[in-house]
């Protein structure tokens, strides 16, 4: 396994190229690059925002945690709450791939290096200044840069979280990176559940094997023994719960067809406890909790999936863990700003992905968004030329179904996006 991991990590060039061509233009006005002297002194790293990137609104998840967490006391930085939010006087980029979503179906169809390029250009968008304003026609470049990258994409974090750690020590940057793979495992750990372990993932994700892989070295690091595990990848579920037209069903229908193929793969374990952890492993998934957790409630009535599903799950989201992490990395570096320290920018910024419609060769569907087979069928290299380009996020390029998602369940990001 370790072998195969490493051929298919390590053979890719085209993040390596990547991160030449960043080196190549350190002035960052290049596409694919940023301004390597941005970061001159700890006192002025601190003041940067974290970037915190999905390939669109599940990282938004991650977010809410980010926004809402109050795990440690402020000032002591000690474990346990004070009341205050942890990251209080942090400010936050949120990026969102939209155009090239889902990232879950790149590996699929032999796309993989494609992909980790689509990566490591999400945290170059991160680290650098530049954007598009919607309607403009050249980039602009006064978006801040940043301290710390958080992937909040479990997709991402299989496929790109190596290439931007070694992009970030290539660069010799002070960056903090911190993924929500690890952060989901010990979340497992963390639950304590008895029962039988089910990853719900993108198919990506699946593929990798980096679920599977890394509980089972989080519980036996920790002593403890390893129960049945079952995956299951959607290629549709994240596109749904988007607002994908691609993915024309409901989440609800989505949800429960994921759910029986889960209880099915996990019949095939021949565990005799039932299904009762289970990893919400895409970062889309904490907006279809419910719908997710009605789908078993719904399996349980078939007399023949009953005994294979516990009466009560116990969710796991990797979003609570990976804010910890961030708060300890943070403060670890001294980048975690002080009670009496500001971020550079007031308000956090959301920034978003669309097509470049004026781009020749770029193909669209009908709704506007790229088209499908073309999405899918491009290559990595062409580091001067983007058929996307990142512009400010407003609620109104949300479609309507994901945003009520955002509104009713991630209400801190919600005030935040509506300022
Ligand atoms: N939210 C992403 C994740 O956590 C994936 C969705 C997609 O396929 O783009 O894996």
């Given at each position: 396994m370790k072998i195969l991991a490493w051929l298919l990590f390590a053979t890719s060039t085209h993040a390596a190229d990547l991160v030449s061509h960043a080196s190549a233009h350190p002035d960052g006005r290049a596409v694919f690059s940023f301004d390597a002297s941005a970061w001159q002194s700890t006192d002025e790293t601190r003041r940067m925002p974290v970037g915190v990137f999905d390939s669109g609104i599940g990282g938004l998840t991650v977010l809410e945690s980010l926004l809402t967490l109050d795990a440690f006391h402020n000032d002591t930085l000690q474990p346990g709450a004070d009341g205050t939010p942890d990251f209080a006087q942090e400010r936050f980029i949120y990026f969102g791939d939209q155009a090239n979503m889902p990232y879950g179906n790149y590996p699929a169809v032999n796309r993989t290096d494609y992909l980790r390029e689509l990566i490591v250009k999400d945290a170059i968008f991160l680290l650098g200044r530049r954007f598009w304003s919607a309607e403009g026609k050249e980039p602009q470049f006064t978006k801040p840069p940043v301290k710390a990258i958080v992937i909040a994409c479990n997709t991402a974090t299989a496929y790109g979280l190596e290439d931007i750690r070694?992009?970030?020590?290539?660069?010799?940057?002070?960056?903090?990176?911190?993924?929500?793979?690890?952060?989901?495992?010990?979340?497992?750990?963390?639950?304590?559940?008895?029962?039988?372990?089910?990853?719900?993932?993108?198919?990506?994700?699946?593929?990798?094997?980096?679920?599977?892989?890394?509980?089972?070295?989080?519980?036996?690091?920790?002593?403890?023994?390893?129960?049945?595990?079952?995956?299951?990848?959607?290629?549709?579920?994240?596109?749904?719960?988007?607002?994908?037209?691609?993915?024309?069903?409901?989440?609800?229908?989505?949800?429960?067809?994921?759910?029986?193929?889960?209880?099915?793969?996990?019949?095939?374990?021949?565990?005799?406890?039932?299904?009762?952890?289970?990893?919400?492993?895409?970062?889309?998934?904490?907006?279809?909790?419910?719908?997710?957790?009605?789908?078993?409630?719904?399996?349980?009535?078939?007399?023949?999936?009953?005994?294979?599903?516990?009466?009560?799950?116990?969710?796991?989201?990797?979003?609570?863990?990976?804010?910890?992490?961030?708060?300890?990395?943070?403060?670890?570096?001294?980048?975690?700003?002080?009670?009496?320290?500001?971020?550079?920018?007031?308000?956090?910024q959301f920034y978003f992905s669309v097509p470049r419609v004026d781009e020749t060769g770029v193909q669209l569907s009908a709704d506007g968004s790229l088209d499908k087979d073309y999405k899918y069928s491009r290559a990595p290299g062409h580091l001067d030329f983007e058929d996307t380009k990142n512009v400010p996020l407003t609620p109104d390029l949300i479609p309507a179904n994901s945003a009520k998602l955002v509104r009713e369940r991630l209400p801190a990001v919600w005030k935040s996006l509506n300022r």
């Amino acid at each position: 396994m370790k072998i195969l991991a490493w051929l298919l990590f390590a053979t890719s060039t085209h993040a390596a190229d990547l991160v030449s061509h960043a080196s190549a233009h350190p002035d960052g006005r290049a596409v694919f690059s940023f301004d390597a002297s941005a970061w001159q002194s700890t006192d002025e790293t601190r003041r940067m925002p974290v970037g915190v990137f999905d390939s669109g609104i599940g990282g938004l998840t991650v977010l809410e945690s980010l926004l809402t967490l109050d795990a440690f006391h402020n000032d002591t930085l000690q474990p346990g709450a004070d009341g205050t939010p942890d990251f209080a006087q942090e400010r936050f980029i949120y990026f969102g791939d939209q155009a090239n979503m889902p990232y879950g179906n790149y590996p699929a169809v032999n796309r993989t290096d494609y992909l980790r390029e689509l990566i490591v250009k999400d945290a170059i968008f991160l680290l650098g200044r530049r954007f598009w304003s919607a309607e403009g026609k050249e980039p602009q470049f006064t978006k801040p840069p940043v301290k710390a990258i958080v992937i909040a994409c479990n997709t991402a974090t299989a496929y790109g979280l190596e290439d931007i750690r070694k992009a970030v020590a290539a660069w010799k940057i002070p960056v903090i990176v911190v993924g929500v793979v690890e952060a989901g495992a010990r979340g497992v750990l963390e639950s304590q559940a008895e029962g039988g372990i089910g990853v719900l993932a993108t198919s990506g994700t699946c593929a990798s094997g980096v679920y599977p892989r890394t509980i089972t070295q989080t519980l036996g690091l920790a002593g403890k023994s390893v129960p049945a595990i079952a995956q299951q990848g959607s290629p549709t579920l994240a596109g749904a719960i988007e607002g994908d037209s691609a993915f024309p069903e409901s989440v609800s229908a989505y949800a429960l067809k994921e759910a029986r193929a889960l209880a099915e793969a996990y019949r095939g374990t021949k565990a005799a406890a039932p299904l009762q952890t289970i990893v919400l492993g895409c970062t889309h998934y904490p907006l279809a909790k419910n719908e997710i957790d009605a789908a078993f409630d719904e399996l349980r009535k078939d007399a023949a999936l009953r005994d294979l599903i516990a009466e009560k799950r116990v969710f796991v989201n990797p979003a609570e863990a990976t804010a910890r992490e961030l708060f300890r990395e943070l403060a670890k570096a001294k980048l975690r700003l002080k009670a009496d320290e500001h971020c550079s920018i007031e308000q956090h910024q959301f920034y978003f992905s669309v097509p470049r419609v004026d781009e020749t060769g770029v193909q669209l569907s009908a709704d506007g968004s790229l088209d499908k087979d073309y999405k899918y069928s491009r290559a990595p290299g062409h580091l001067d030329f983007e058929d996307t380009k990142n512009v400010p996020l407003t609620p109104d390029l949300i479609p309507a179904n994901s945003a009520k998602l955002v509104r009713e369940r991630l209400p801190a990001v919600w005030k935040s996006l509506n300022r």
